[in-house]
């Protein structure tokens, strides 16, 4: 990644070879869309100017891996971070902020964000953990069907081993929690990591029992599957 990193400072050449024109390097850091006041995104490129200099990058997520690269095309100087953990997400932006406090003599701001970013995510786990019955409530999974389906996201295949109850979603199975929710209703709660956190709230609907997953804008009703 440094090296490519390396041919971006170098407007197209690297090794002292040309390998992509300088135009065409430097046309993806032009503004395509505006993110805010202070941020474009070109071509793949994301160009902040939130602190006084253009500062290019553009960052991967995967599960359990977090990334990005910096690059100051003013300044000939690159970074890139890698972190092998959904939680490093956290310390990206800090990465960058401290990055520059130490080339132009900043005030002093990253460190504490990333202790600030520390304690609210403990702070937050153990809150939602407070909430959570690991293994999930016997007399919850008991009204569990078998199997459920929606068209959208497929098929849930419900499976008990001893006192765990699992979720077989086909590409990937979590063990369950199950949670009261403050609305009366229970939800059985993913706890694998890389995908911990899903809730599924357990319902009935027109004789058949339900699974309901909710984001910000949807809702997927899982069906019995008989």
Do not use: C
Request: hydrophobic share 40%; aromatic share 6%; glycine share 10%.
């Amino acid at each position: 990644m440094m090296r490519y990193l390396r041919m971006e400072l170098g407007r197209g050449q690297l090794d002292g070879k040309r390998v992509a024109s300088e135009a065409n390097v430097v046309k993806r850091r032009e503004q395509q869309i505006k993110i805010g006041n202070d941020t474009t995104y070109g071509m793949g490129l994301e160009v902040d100017r939130e602190w006084g200099i253009p500062v290019v990058h553009h960052g991967g997520s995967l599960i359990g891996y977090k990334s990005d690269m910096f690059y100051l095309p003013e300044h000939d100087v690159a970074a890139v971070i890698l972190v092998n953990a959904d939680e490093g997400g956290r310390i990206l932006n800090p990465f960058g902020r401290r990055l520059l406090e130490v080339l132009f003599d900043g005030k002093l701001e990253a460190e504490e964000n990333v202790a600030v970013a520390a304690r609210n995510m403990k702070s937050a786990v153990l809150k939602e953990r407070s909430r959570l019955t690991i293994p999930a409530d016997a007399a919850a999974a008991d009204k569990l069907a078998r199997h459920y389906a929606n068209a959208s996201l497929g098929e849930i295949d419900v499976l008990r081993a001893g006192v765990e109850t699992r979720f077989d979603l086909g590409e990937w199975k979590s063990t369950m929690a199950s949670r009261k929710n403050d609305d009366g209703t229970t939800s059985m709660v993913t706890i694998v990591p890389g995908f911990s956190g899903l809730s599924f709230v357990i319902g009935e609907k027109e004789g058949l029992r339900t699974l309901t997953l909710r984001d910000a804008q949807h809702e997927y009703l899982f069906s019995e599957k008989k």
